[in-house]
Structures are given as structure tokens and as C-alpha cells.
């Protein structure tokens, strides 16, 4: 028996293109399930919400990150959930806020979106 195959080589990049895009906007979830459930420190809100961003530069190597910029303390924060957080107007402020996502209760939502966001990218482009 003799099994021969070829690769659509246009389906291929097309698909490609669908998994960067359903990777930003699988960060850029992330991003927003964060702000939403309270947990980072909030004074100002230059942490959650003007220095947070999607950083897209190296989708075509596979990554997509969620950064912090312009401002010098969000590690310190981060790496410290000794600190006494104000929990103002962030009931649950505290360190470590993408904790659930890596081994927490939230762990299948990075996930769960990534698969989501693909479905509906192919389902977008590709008529089955």
C-alpha cells in the first residue's frame, strides 16, 4: 500500500495567521479577566490599566506577552504579596495576580481561550 500526501501549503499560512491572531486576542482576554477580577493593586490605576499592554512585536515567533511599562515598581509589587495592599478599590488586591492562571483555580482559562478564539478565527476564514 503506498500513501502519498501533500501539504496545502496556502492553508497552512492561512492557519498559521488564525493562531497569532487568536493568540493576541487570548492575551488581550487575560489582560481584561485580570482587570476584572480585582486582584491587582490599585491606587491610580497606572499599573492595571496604563501601563498594562499587549505586546504583540513577536507573534510571528510564537510569542504574545503581557507587559508592564514606563513604570519601575510592578515586579517589586508582583514578587512581594507580604505587602499590605490597599484593597480600596480592589477588594482582592494583593502580589502574585497571575497566579491562578499558572497553577491556581484559573489554570484551563489561557487555554480554554486560546481554543475558543481559534475556533471562531478558522471558522472566519476557512468554510468547511
Do not use: C
Not at 8 to 30: C, G, P, S, W, Y
Not at 62 to 82: A, Q, T
Amino acid at each position: 500500500m503506498k500513501v502519498t500526501s501533500k501539504i496545502n501549503k496556502a492553508h497552512l499560512n492561512i492557519m498559521k495567521e488564525v493562531f497569532q491572531r487568536a493568540q493576541i486576542k487570548t492575551v488581550d482576554a487575560l489582560k481584561t479577566d485580570v482587570q476584572n477580577s480585582q486582584t491587582m493593586p490599585f491606587d491610580k490605576g497606572t499599573l492595571q490599566n496604563e501601563s498594562m499592554h499587549v505586546d504583540d512585536s513577536k507573534v510571528n515567533s510564537g510569542k504574545v506577552v503581557l507587559v508592564h511599562s514606563g513604570i519601575p515598581y510592578p515586579r517589586r509589587l508582583y514578587f512581594h504579596p507580604e505587602f499590605n495592599f490597599k484593597q480600596d478599590h480592589n477588594s482582592k488586591a494583593g502580589g502574585m495576580w497571575f497566579h491562578p492562571y499558572l497553577t491556581g483555580s484559573k489554570k484551563d482559562v489561557p487555554q480554554q481561550l486560546f481554543n475558543k478564539f481559534v475556533k471562531k478565527e478558522k471558522d472566519n476564514v476557512i468554510k468547511d
